[in-house]
């Protein structure tokens, strides 16, 4: 009875949503001259750049519709343009990753690191977390999402006085980047539930965490398009209403010079004004309210191994460059001692892309958080869609990176 129950559970939630059945993504190693070529299908219908290359003979994966890969596929054929297919049929792993999610057992008043958690989940897990460590956790609201979910964050702190320095961490920021969200996640629960071993972490530091920055566009992606990455605020155009704002294309520093679409339907829309969405707007309230001891801040996103630091506006480098490339390398070698692989480490133009209006930016530029990096974990053939079962080695090897931040900033603040 309970596989039957299951089996129309599975039917249910793959009829309500968008399919991607017969997409491919491929992956591609371009010249300079090949990438100029390329970039003329950024934003056209029926592609999406999953990852994209700054220095050339880094991989590019671009996912393509069934409807667009003959002509493309002629196109590259005649321009010489060399590929492998890294995924075949998007909609086998989204199928996959239903499967396992449904039959997972959820483990009642905890968290597990081998299934990816909703956003209610979450958040019913940091009040559990409250509860049962009220001498060291609390848990806020930064107020709600344009559907009015809840956005929490959680206080790790010892003690102090609330006058020792601290880092911020969010995740989720992009909804489709679900192992972003577990980083969070694992983050909170190896400095709270195993505090024991990572005492030293928050014997000085506090922390404030938000696990899930764009619930709206997180849920989405749960129960209706995976691969959906904005936020779920409507915009009305002359053709009908698109949906959603890159929030990490919105921040109000140097906001649409470069990198964002004004274009509310694509994938990097920059939003109407700079702050449009309300979520921002929270942790940027939040944040501005704690800047004084906080002196750290990490974003998390996939994919594509990298260690980011301002500028995304610019390539310029920040005054201040070295010191932040000299910790990157620190927290680098440790998640490579820990099994991970080595991260690309600069400033996000030099190394990824331009794009203003990024979180990162907006701590450092505006609120004035000194160390303030974008990490972009993870780099396999899966895409945004890392299986649960590389969850658990992904956020144990990057913890350790972690704990090299959590070092930096006890012994020079």
Not at 335 to 343: D, H, I, L, M, T
Not at 372 to 394: D, K, M
């Amino acid at each position: 009875m309970r596989l039957i129950f299951l089996a129309a559970l599975l039917g249910a939630a793959l009829a309500s949503r968008v399919s991607y059945e017969g997409y491919k993504v491929l992956r591609f190693n371009p010249t300079e001259s090949q990438l100029r070529l390329l970039e003329k299908y950024r934003n056209s219908p029926g592609f999406d750049f999953w990852k994209e290359p700054r220095k050339y003979g880094d991989n590019l994966d671009i996912m393509v519709s069934p409807d667009r890969q003959l002509p493309f596929l002629s196109f590259l054929k005649d321009n010489n343009i060399t590929f492998k297919v890294i995924n075949d049929n998007v909609q086998t792993s989204i199928d996959a990753e239903i499967r396992r999610q449904a039959v997972t057992p959820k483990t009642p008043r905890a968290v597990s690191f081998d299934q990816y958690y909703r956003h209610e989940e979450i958040n019913s897990y940091l009040q559990e977390l409250a509860e049962k460590y009220p001498d060291l956790v609390s848990v806020e609201s930064l107020g709600v999402s344009y559907e009015n979910r809840e956005m929490l964050v959680i206080k790790i702190s010892s003690g102090g006085g609330g006058h020792r320095p601290a880092v911020l961490v969010d995740g989720g920021i992009h909804a489709r980047e679900w192992i972003a969200p577990a980083m969070a996640l694992y983050i909170i629960n190896q400095l709270v539930e195993n505090n024991a071993a990572n005492s030293d972490l928050t014997d000085s530091v506090d922390w404030f965490i938000v696990p899930v920055l764009n619930p709206d566009g997180y849920e989405y992606s749960h129960t209706t398009d995976r691969l959906w990455r904005k936020s779920r605020s409507p915009i009305i155009t002359i053709t009908g209403v698109c949906r959603g704002v890159d929030q990490n294309r919105n921040f109000d520093f140097h906001w649409m010079e470069i990198g964002a679409s004004d274009y509310p339907c694509d994938e990097i829309y920059g939003g109407e004004e700079p702050l449009s969405e309300i979520e921002n707007r929270n942790l940027r309230d939040f944040a501005t309210l704690h800047k004084q001891h906080i002196k750290l801040y990490l974003t998390f996103h996939s994919y594509g191994e990298y260690l980011l630091y301002p500028w995304g506006y610019t390539s310029e480098l920040p005054s201040d460059w070295e010191t932040l490339h000299a910790l990157a390398e620190e927290v680098d070698a440790a998640q490579v001692a820990a099994g991970g692989n080595p991260f690309t480490i600069g400033s996000s133009t030099n190394v990824l892309y331009a794009a203003a209006g990024g979180s990162d930016d907006y701590m450092k530029g505006v609120l004035g958080i000194e160390l303030s990096y974008t990490v972009e974990l993870t780099n396999t053939r899966y895409g945004f869609q890392l299986p649960a079962s590389l969850i658990e080695p992904t956020v144990t090897q990057f913890f350790e990176g972690v704990r090299v931040f959590a070092k930096y900033v006890k012994e020079n603040f």
